[in-house]
């Protein structure tokens, strides 16, 4: 059952993860030039003639614009996963998610098969707190149907977004949950943060988690680390778990912060693109800190390019899961209606020359399927599944074997942890009991609750209202009667997710992190490696 139910959860994800990554990943080493392609626009060459001769001796009207837009898909999906085509009337949404900030619910969606499919749920937004997920597919919008009608991005845009304070009700279809799951979201500003917390774990251990690699990822960085370091912190975790990447520069920035002077931090090298490196410089401010990198299956690109850079130099210790293996650099060509080819011109290489890319053929459907195929081969839960070529074999400075061939290995693995998974858990996630009854919770305790501001005092506190009894009681008022043995499995991963979630709705991410983390075996992991080192 639970390999059924992982399935169920990382297939439709997958796809979103993959669609994301190429919405996400865009420049090479920075800012590119634009460069003059307009003899491209004076070829006459087949394709042109051909819709031409299309528009002109058709029998009916054709609108030429459509034409070109599922031609111009047509032809990126021949040559690589990671190229892609995005309409004008998409290219806000894509740049919203990179700065800045807007009035909305919180949530980042791309249209695959004429359905909207959330890609990414923004971290403490008005959509997180009343528990939609990556995956979820939006039905209806207000009692509009959005799926199967197709809309225009933009269409569905507008409907979500709205001024802060507003209410949408949105219908939701889940993977595993037969019935449509239906939400009231208060529109609120969307602060795009990309450092989702920094806080200290104890007296001399820091811990950052970084969502994703945006323009304000270095800055946001660096404001947690001076926060940290004014806490006395001598060793350092910094979490890339789900980060699907960004702007390599800001990943580069903090490699940088790493290393000292004079080291390769990566490199990239296509047909048409000479290699390009990026070095350390002499403005490290963490290169006294010992640190670790978390990473998992969903780390990709920019969160490959910083994994990458510690472990070729030797710098850190990298703990998780192998990565996703998205080595790609994609350029922007902009056509003259606002709409944006991000065409693959070279691949990423780590400083001892590994590509991070991992393999792809002309099947995009064997490429998203890769994840899952790396589940049901055990990789997720035995690193011994994992094989390697001698041929992908590289050496570190410092003598430490690491293997090319598709995404970062970590030096520590951690298989994935199931341990808390019982029916019982299955049915009171998917009904998304656990963050109902901690919002319905913390509206009504606010007030008692407020009076605590650490993630310690509060989770003090709702230990001694003996939450989880209430919890159980509740999703019993819910349809999910006592389940006497599920609880003895699950209780420990149900409780501590409800305490996160009230701290949360209270004291934001600071609350909800350091209660999470109680039950995250890669995060104890990198804990106990750092405290024993």
């Not at 054709?62 to 990126?76: H, Q, T, Y």
């Not at 049901?376 to 090319?404: C, M, R, W």
Request: charged share 25%; with cysteine; hydrophobic share 35%.
């Amino acid at each position: 059952m639970i390999q059924n139910k992982i399935n169920k959860i990382y297939l439709p994800i997958l796809f979103a993860i993959i669609l994301a990554a190429g919405i996400f990943l865009g420049n090479k080493l920075g800012k590119n030039p634009r460069y003059n392609y307009a003899f491209l626009n004076n070829r006459n060459d087949n394709l042109s003639s051909v819709i031409n001769y299309i528009e002109s001796r058709y029998v009916d009207t054709v609108n030429r614009k459509s034409l070109e837009e599922s031609a111009i898909p047509a032809l990126l999906e021949k040559l690589d996963p990671h190229s892609v085509y995005i309409p004008a009337s998409e290219m806000q949404s894509v740049n919203e998610d990179m700065q800045g900030n807007f009035d909305g619910i919180g949530v980042v969606f791309n249209l695959l098969t004429d359905t909207a499919i959330i890609i990414d749920v923004i971290s403490g937004g008005p959509s997180d707190k009343v528990g939609i997920l990556p995956g979820d597919r939006i039905i209806k919008v207000n009692d509009s149907l959005i799926a199967g009608q197709k809309l225009e991005s933009d269409q569905v845009v507008g409907m979500l977004k709205g001024l802060r304070g507003t209410k949408v009700n949105v219908s939701i279809q889940r993977t595993g949950i037969s019935d449509l799951i239906n939400f009231e979201i208060i529109r609120d500003k969307i602060p795009l943060y990309s450092v989702d917390v920094a806080y200290m774990v104890n007296h001399e251990i820091g811990f950052i988690k970084i969502n994703r690699f945006a323009q304000t990822t270095f800055e946001e960085f660096l404001t947690g680390i001076d926060k940290l370091r004014k806490q006395n912190m001598k060793k350092l975790i910094v979490d890339l778990r789900g980060n699907t990447g960004g702007y390599i520069n800001a990943a580069a920035n903090i490699a940088d912060q790493f290393l000292e002077e004079g080291k390769m931090i990566v490199y990239t090298q296509g047909k048409a693109s000479p290699k390009s490196e990026i070095y350390s410089t002499s403005s490290g401010i963490c290169e006294d800190i010992e640190v670790v990198i978390l990473q998992d299956e969903w780390s990709a690109s920019a969160s490959e390019i910083l994994s990458g850079a510690i472990q070729d130099n030797d710098r850190g210790k990298i703990i998780g899961r192998r990565s996703f293996g998205k080595g790609l650099v994609q350029e922007e060509y902009h056509l003259s209606d606002g709409a944006v080819i991000r065409l693959t011109i070279a691949r990423y290489y780590t400083p001892t020359g590994r590509s991070i890319q991992k393999p792809y053929s002309d099947s995009r459907e064997d490429y998203f399927n890769d994840l899952n195929n790396r589940f049901e081969h055990g990789e997720f839960e035995q690193a011994d599944s994992i094989h390697f070529s001698d041929s992908l074999k590289y050496k570190t400075p410092g003598g430490n074997i690491v293997y090319g061939g598709g995404g970062i290995m970590p030096d520590i693995f951690v298989p994935i942890d199931t341990s808390g998974f019982t029916k019982y858990y299955a049915l009171v996630v998917n009904k998304r009991l656990t963050y109902d009854f901690a919002f319905d919770y913390s509206d009504k305790n606010r007030n008692a609750l407020s009076k605590y501001k650490t993630a310690q005092d509060l989770n003090n506190y709702l230990e001694s209202q003996k939450i989880f009894d209430q919890f159980v009681k509740y999703a019993e008022q819910k349809g999910v009667p006592k389940d006497t043995k599920g609880l003895d499995v699950s209780k420990k991963i149900i409780n501590t997710q409800i305490k996160a979630y009230i701290a949360r709705n209270i004291i934001d991410n600071e609350g909800f992190y350091p209660i999470i983390m109680e039950i995250d075996k890669t995060f104890i992991n990198a804990v106990n490696y750092l405290s024993n080192n």
